[in-house]
């Protein structure tokens, strides 16, 4: 169903907390269907905006979107592409977005596939090994 995310999502931020056997009550509460609210929680509590502590739902807000977030959503919109064209559209910084391509490629993730003539010279083009099936970012290092 279309919207229910924002629906409980909303109802949340009010309540901030919600008995996780509640879910039938939940989905009344916003008027949708209980697979959908049983559905939109889950991915909730994947994503971190819900956590569960004694027997409750807690609601946190969203978590904010990270500059490596940003560049792997260009990773995965571009088929091919070079460190200056990324940092172009995420709008970040050259350099950083060449430290995250070396360390995904230091892990198997990304892969030079060979070299074009662009404004500044010869640039090494990437990409993904595996976009399709790649759609959460993966956990490198220290840091995720």
Request: proline content about 3%; aromatic content about 10%.
């Amino acid at each position: 169903m279309k919207g229910t995310a924002k629906k409980i999502r909303e109802l949340l931020k009010i309540v901030r907390v919600w008995p996780v056997e509640g879910i039938k009550e939940l989905s009344e509460a916003v008027g949708v269907d209980r697979h959908s609210a049983n559905y939109t929680v889950r991915d909730f509590l994947r994503r971190g905006e819900l956590v569960v502590e004694n027997g409750m739902y807690r609601y946190q807000d969203r978590p904010k979107n990270k500059l490596i977030d940003k560049i792997w959503r260009a990773w995965r919109y571009c088929p091919q592409w070079t460190v200056n064209e990324i940092a172009q559209l995420v709008e970040a910084n050259r350099e950083i977005v060449m430290l995250y391509t070396r360390l995904y490629c230091r892990a198997g993730y990304v892969e030079k596939i060979g070299r074009k003539k662009t404004q500044f010279g010869y640039e090494a083009v990437y990409r993904l090994k595996d976009r399709n099936n790649l759609k959460e970012r993966p956990c490198i290092g220290k840091r995720c």
